[in-house]
């Protein structure tokens, strides 16, 4: 019979989500409906739902778009190609790609440019990846296990360099460091790693959580990198995990023999989203609820894309 919850922090919304989902309810307001989104603006299918019931259309394809919208691209960046269809269909974009995912983007460029042949660690499919291979196509070979890194096979004299998915599994995205570093100690690394502070801060406040908990509860989308990845460290350190977009998914089955829950969410799940798992606890006579915080802090902001900044000082200027 479950006796505690404990509440996982940091959780929840980063501020390259923060600032995708402002980005789209500030165009809603300054534009009015519709506004389209290419791709989930972050995945969660909450948050999706919600924008949508405001206004948003999203899209698979900015080819979809009529010509000379309002379109934003998602949190997860795009290929350059997307931008060079977007602008030949006269839509009026809006880049709300997380600037982490950027520094990404750009490093493959400049790498690609210096004659790098460049590994991409990450998860094939997925809007992150395919945007960071557009900008570099001919040069990016994408590694997606240590099974693929030990398969790899480049010239002796290749010049190499690596760079990385930011929503990774951190440990499972140093093994695969590792067998690159051993089999080609040449390879070049990012100044700074590529797997983004609110992936590692999460994964990092699950594992000192895990030898408290019997089960742990992670809430986010199916679609939701961080938050699969969330699960899987749980798993791998032995303790049973399940990813829930809400309350509505918990199966009663899962707390048999269970004492002590833990809970957190994935960096694109809204804090409201928790709440109501809680009171799902809660209404079951569950009192015993607690935070367990990490002594770390995140207070990174991201502004808003210039794009969308310039038109709402206008607005306001012509306002007052």
């Not at 931008?83 to 493959?108: F, M, S, W």
């Not at 032995?238 to 199966?251: A, K, N, P, T, Y």
Request: charged share 25%; glycine share 6%; proline share 4%.
């Amino acid at each position: 019979m479950v006796k505690r919850v404990l509440l996982a922090s940091p959780r929840g919304y980063c501020a390259g989500v923060e600032r995708a989902v402002d980005t789209v309810e500030q165009a809603l307001e300054l534009y009015g409906a519709p506004v389209y989104v290419r791709k989930q603006i972050v995945h969660n299918a909450h948050v999706v739902h919600e924008l949508e019931e405001r206004g948003a259309i999203f899209v698979d394809s900015e080819e979809e778009v009529p010509h000379g919208s309002t379109l934003v691209f998602s949190a997860h960046g795009v290929a350059p190609s997307v931008y060079e269809n977007a602008a030949a269909r006269g839509h009026h974009t809006i880049d709300a790609t997380c600037p982490l995912v950027t520094k990404v983007h750009v490093q493959a460029r400049r790498y690609a440019a210096a004659g790098y042949t460049i590994v991409l660690i990450g998860h094939e499919g997925h809007e992150e990846i395919e945007g960071t291979m557009g900008e570099a196509p001919e040069s990016i070979i994408l590694v997606e296990s240590i099974e693929d890194a030990e398969a790899l096979e480049l010239p002796a004299d290749a010049k190499l360099a690596y760079i990385t998915q930011t929503t990774l599994s951190v440990d499972e995205t140093q093994e695969i460091i590792a067998v690159l570093r051993r089999r080609f100690p040449h390879i070049y690394a990012p100044k700074k790693e590529d797997i983004c502070y609110a992936t590692s801060n999460r994964q990092w406040a699950v594992k000192e959580m895990l030898p408290l908990v019997d089960l742990l509860l992670v809430i986010g989308s199916k679609n939701s990198s961080n938050s699969n990845r969330l699960v899987e460290v749980a798993r791998a350190n032995g303790v049973q995990s399940h990813l829930i977009e809400d309350e509505s998914e918990i199966d009663e089955a899962w707390l048999e023999g269970v004492e002590t829950v833990g809970i957190t969410s994935g960096a694109s799940a809204p804090e409201r989203l928790v709440v109501r798992v809680v009171d799902w606890f809660r209404e079951r006579g569950i009192d015993d609820i607690k935070p367990y915080e990490l002594d770390v802090r995140e207070d990174i902001t991201f502004r808003l894309p210039v794009e969308l900044r310039r038109e709402l000082q206008l607005a306001d200027a012509q306002s007052s």
